[in-house]
């Protein structure tokens, strides 16, 4: 098995490809990327995130229809369309949890009505302040997913892959052409993994430390 490349030198040297060379991935390492996006920790353990995995050359072409005709999206070697499934909780995924806990020794049998009823209970809080459940479902499906997102862009970066995270797109378009269900699932973002083609854009650069990092509350600045 090739050696992995380090998280350090990923996060220093990942960039946001644009050009891809068009060559297949092979099933084993798709699955490793899958596999880590699988991983992701979720609230409650729920794991409303849905991966579709395009492959196909006429779903590609006609995703990247949905996704401002971005070049990418037909030259990757695939694009992971990441959804949240922000009701699959109430439609027997909070009882497939359940189970799941209960055979990994995580959920003790008869602690099995107090986690249902603690999970129900918080994910149907009324409108309001706790962690944006309420109304408001899209943040709660984006804060999930996009952990599992990045779980996959890493794996793929650490197998020597490049990414290329997309929100250029048309949620209604996206679900159409993947049938997609208009209901209670969000299209939250597409990445495309392959191998580069050519050179890599230049580093963007970051804001400087004081910029975005805050000690204590807001604006507070940072002793270090
Ligand atoms: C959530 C997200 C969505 C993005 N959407 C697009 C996109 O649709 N098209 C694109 O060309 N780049 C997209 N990017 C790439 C960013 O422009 C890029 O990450 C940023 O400029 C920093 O560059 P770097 O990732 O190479 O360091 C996206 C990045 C993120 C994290």
Request: with cysteine; net charge negative.
């Amino acid at each position: 098995m090739p050696e992995l490349k380090s998280l350090d030198e990923i996060i220093r040297t990942r960039r946001a490809s644009s050009d891809f060379d068009g060559s297949p991935i092979p099933d084993a390492d798709l699955k490793k990327i899958l596999d880590a996006g699988r991983e992701a920790p979720s609230g409650y353990n729920i794991q409303p995130w849905r991966f579709i995995v395009v492959r196909d050359p006429g779903q590609r072409k006609k995703l990247r229809g949905a996704a401002f005709a971005q070049q990418k999206v037909e030259d990757a070697s695939v694009v992971i369309v990441a959804c949240a499934a922000l009701k699959a909780w109430q439609q027997g995924d909070l009882e497939l949890v359940i189970e799941l806990g209960i055979k990994e020794g995580f959920v003790k049998a008869e602690g099995a009505d107090g986690m249902r009823q603690a999970v129900e209970g918080a994910l149907s809080a009324p409108p309001g302040d706790v962690c944006g459940w309420g109304p408001d479902w899209g943040v709660w499906g984006n804060r999930q997913v996009m952990i599992a997102f990045t779980h996959m862009m890493l794996m793929a970066e650490a197998l020597g892959y490049d990414t290329a995270p997309m929100e250029g797109f048309v949620e209604s378009q996206v679900k159409q052409v993947l049938e997609i269900p208009q209901q209670d699932v969000r299209v939250v973002a597409l990445l495309g993994v392959g191998k580069l083609k050519g050179q890599d854009k230049a580093y963007g650069g970051r804001f400087p430390m004081e910029h975005t990092v805050f000690e204590n509350s807001w604006g507070g600045k940072v002793s270090f």
